[in-house]
């Protein structure tokens, strides 16, 4: 494999976003392709953020700087996937639900996405039932993800699912919920289809439902 490559790979996985940065310029003036730089460099890069996460050698920290290290070189490489057309994973809505104004644990699951090749739209905080349907309308997006992180707005995650239901869109999207007191029971209790418990599993479960 390129030596920009596995440079680009070991600097998403220290979470050194200069030097990924740089991986990405140098991969570029080396004329790789840039599917092979997304897919052997980025994406494999937070697959194996993600298992070391799940094996418990990384925890939060250490994959949210790693994921900040994907987005900075993901930034530089788009205009160049644009360019080539490379097929996304999927599109996904993320948004934490209404009431809710925490955005952590939500932004790592959207960084984590990003690196497994799916284009997010990232909604924000406090996210109304209407903005996520409008947005599913207008994006054509396949997958929904919504957080919360306390137990008065998870209410509002079925809130969410039952306005999907009632705008005549519900079968077109994959609901994923996810948050600290969220549970996999919930989840099943208010029709969503799938929980994850952490941004690796929210990817895994991305991609089986996508």
């Known amino acids: 494999m390129e030596a920009s490559i596995n440079l680009l790979f070991q600097a998403i996985l220290d979470g050194n976003a200069a030097l990924a940065s740089t991986s990405v310029k140098q991969a570029l003036e080396e004329k790789l392709d840039p599917a092979l730089i997304l897919n052997d460099g980025m994406v494999r890069a937070m697959g194996e953020v993600g298992r070391l996460f799940e094996e418990g050698e990384y925890f939060v920290p250490e994959m949210l700087i790693s ?24 599109k996904v809505i993320a948004g934490t639900v209404k009431g809710d104004l925490h955005d952590i644990g939500k932004n790592l699951v959207c960084m984590m996405l990003e690196g497994a090749a799916y284009e997010v739209i990232d909604l924000g905080t406090d996210v109304s039932p209407d903005q996520f349907i409008e947005a ?40 994923l919920v996810g948050g600290a007191p969220v549970t996999e029971n919930f989840a099943h209790e208010i029709g969503a289809d799938g929980y994850a418990a952490d941004a690796s599993r929210a990817v895994s479960l991305a991609r089986r439902l996508s």
Do not use: C, W, Y
Request: without cysteine.
């Open 136 to 175: 599913a309308k207008t994006s054509g997006a396949n997958l929904v993800v919504m957080s919360a992180l306390l137990t008065t707005t998870m209410v509002n995650m079925r809130t969410t699912v039952d306005a999907f239901k009632e705008a005549g869109i519900r079968d077109r999207v994959k609901i």
């Open 67 to 90: 994921a900040r290290a994907m987005k900075t070189s993901l930034e530089q490489l788009k205009p160049h996937l644009v360019q080539s057309n490379i097929a996304s994973s999927g």
